[in-house]
């Protein structure tokens, strides 16, 4: 489908075959075949509809993926239709649960497409892939794009939300969803449909899956949350009509995608450590993983803001100790810090990827980090675990350590040498 409006929606619920792409593709083929779809049509497939779940089979199978890709960019195209699921993908090494779109010819990238935000941990899903990072919606013209989520990931409302804010009209859900939570499933993308005022095309798994019944109930829901058509338990495939007026009129009543509003006061991510213990108390006891690093960031710079963005991949919530002016003083000399505590701490603030700072006067951050118990202990690549404040504590307590390199060589000192180099002369 070349850069041309989207006329229908449909889904295709199939099962799937553990490991077998070639039986997989077939049916695929067959259930194309039956449904005859309009020119234009978007067709979503079920997660991972190629291999199933197979983990230790899937670094081998994912070899095969771009050859698969390249037999469904041809199916799709005979049919000027674009297929849509996911499926395991290799990207530089790494192991991807992939939406990705067949059928786009003029975007020329077979494997464009969006990553699963959220892996399922209790299937351990986590332990085999990796998660993705701000979806961004596939174009399909200048003023068409389309969202993406991967089962689990319709359970995080703001995985839906990014992208509709960012002009998708419509979701496209690939899932293996088990019948045992099919009401959970339903409710969940009426909601999504709802909150971004979207159409929503979601292609579930049918049949058994290592024991288990798969829920099927693939589902197209209209921006209203109507749905419109709902497939049963048994393999199926369908397509609509998309009638964008539906979407047109709840938008002009009430917009609820266009807003956004920054409604974060940043400065009060700066706490006292009294207050911290109580918040890192309530994100514990909710399950998440609690993140320390430290350091003094005088002048920030695109390697402190790279370094705390992977810090904070490495958890839920990510605490920056911030060594006050005086600590500072003593570490580095009178000269130091060029800017004060304050304006140090209200600018790291203003970065997504802290959640909380907290400034501490002692030369190291063993206080600190004794009294917050964190999951996860930071610090940079070029320290060794042994020598690392903390580290053993952290451990003790089964927590981890890890090492990241700073990629980018910059450091406050080389900023200061030059600023003082281009005075001088």
Known sequence: MSKQTISNLGFMQIPVVAGDIQNNFEQVKIALAKLAPEPGSLIALPEMWATGFVYEQLD???????????????????????LAG???VKDNGLLLNKLVFSGLEDEGDQTQGIIKQQLFSFWKEDHWFHAGNRPTPVSFSDEEQVGGLVCYDIRF?????LQCCQGAEILLVSAEWPLARVEHWRILLQARAIENQAFVVAANMCGEWSGMQMGGHSLIIAPD?????????????????????????????FNTVAPSPWAVEDGEKVVSLEHLVKIVSNRKRIGQKVVFTNGCFDILHA??????????????????????????RSIKGEKRPVNKEDDRARVLAALGCVDAIVLF????????????????????ADWEEDEIVGAKEVKAEGGRVERIPFVNKMSTTDIIESIVSVGGG
Do not use: M
């Open 60 to 82: 081998t199978l994912s070899d095969e993926i771009p050859d698969l890709l390249r037999e469904l960019e041809v199916l799709a195209q005979s049919y000027k239709v674009v």
């Open 86 to 88: 996911s499926l395991p």
């Open 157 to 161: 409302p703001e995985t839906a939300r």
């Open 225 to 253: 949350g109507k749905i419109l058509v709902e497939a049963g338990e048994e393999q199926e495939s369908v397509s609509v009509a998309l009638d964008k007026s539906i979407q047109k009129e709840v938008r002009q009543r």
């Open 303 to 328: 390697g402190h803001v790279d370094y705390l963005q992977k810090a904070r991949r490495q958890g839920d919530f990510l605490i920056l100790g911030l060594n006050d002016d005086q600590s500072i």
């Open 361 to 380: 006067g002692e030369d190291t951050p063993l206080a600190l980090i004794t009294a917050l118990c964190p999951d996860v202990l930071v610090k940079g």
